[in-house]
T-cell receptor
Framework: GAVVSQHPSWVICKSGTSVKIECRSL??????MFWYRQFPKQSLMLMAT?????????EQGVEKDKFLINHASLTLSTLTVTSAHPEDSSFYIC???????????????FGPGTRLTVL | QKEVEQNSGPLSVPEGAIASLNCTYS??????FFWYRQYSGKSPELIMS????GDKEDGRFTAQLNKASQYVSLLIRDSQPSDSATYLC????????????FGSGTQLTVLP
């Protein structure tokens, strides 16, 4: 299957700082990537859909000014958590779909996730 | 009504047994169906995809789809302790060309 990487794998920051998380598709092009958040023992929650070259689409209840998404190339999307607070501490996971030739229809591959802890 | 429903479990089976995981979905126009495995503290890993009615086998895993009943299942044969994880059912619904809707997951424990 296709490979998606995330960086960093974990980050600890002080309240009020901003944190940038990168999501890369390593061996395929992804016009669309997705950002999820998962709290302990809960299911995945879709935060936003990141579209290459255009604005992200945010799910209801997700603040677009707090969670900035940039998808500047076909292999890279970034999520910036601005002015992070302890309640933003969570496991952030990106995923991407291989939209190239030969890709299996609609299969979505996840990055390894980024664990954010805000003190 | 949730769009994708799974029994949360926990489901426990002895080693070597067949584990059966079930999922129902509400959108009759759904086209693509996926099973992901998520180990504790890790991200989901795609293990099966199925698009047409019937069974699809891959090693010890068999996915079953019944669109008339809006039901998709995952069977794990010869279950191993390493299969202990949360299994997420995901559905790509009509009208959401790229987005997946996930169930809340079923926690499976395989007892040695």
């Amino acid at each position: 299957g296709a490979v998606v990487s995330q960086h960093p794998s974990w980050v600890i920051c002080k309240s009020g700082t901003s944190v940038k998380i990168e999501c890369r598709s390593l061996d395929f092009q992804a016009t669309t990537m997705f950002w999820y958040r998962q709290f302990p023992k809960q299911s995945l929650m879709l935060m936003a859909t990141s579209n290459e070259g255009s604005k992200a689409t945010y799910e209801q209840g997700v603040e677009k000014d707090k969670f900035l998404i940039n998808h500047a190339s076909l292999t890279l999307s970034t999520l910036t958590v601005t002015s992070a607070h302890p309640e933003d501490s969570s496991f952030y996971i990106c995923s991407a779909k291989d939209t190239g030739q030969g890709a299996v229809y609609n299969e979505q591959f996840f990055g390894p996730g980024t664990r954010l802890t805000v003190l | 009504q949730k769009e994708v429903e799974q029994n949360s479990g926990p489901l426990s089976v002895p080693e070597g047994a067949i584990a059966s995981l079930n999922c129902t979905y509400s959108d009759r126009g759904s086209q693509s169906f996926f099973w992901y495995r998520q180990y504790s503290g890790k991200s989901p890993e795609l293990i099966m995809s199925i698009y047409s009615n019937g069974d699809k086998e891959d090693g010890r895993f068999t996915a079953q789809l019944n669109k008339a009943s809006q039901y998709v299942s995952l069977l794990i044969r010869d279950s191993q302790p390493s299969d202990s994880a949360t299994y997420l059912c995901a559905v790509n619904s009509a009208g959401s060309a790229r987005q997946l809707t996930f169930g809340s997951g079923t926690q499976l424990t395989v007892l040695p």
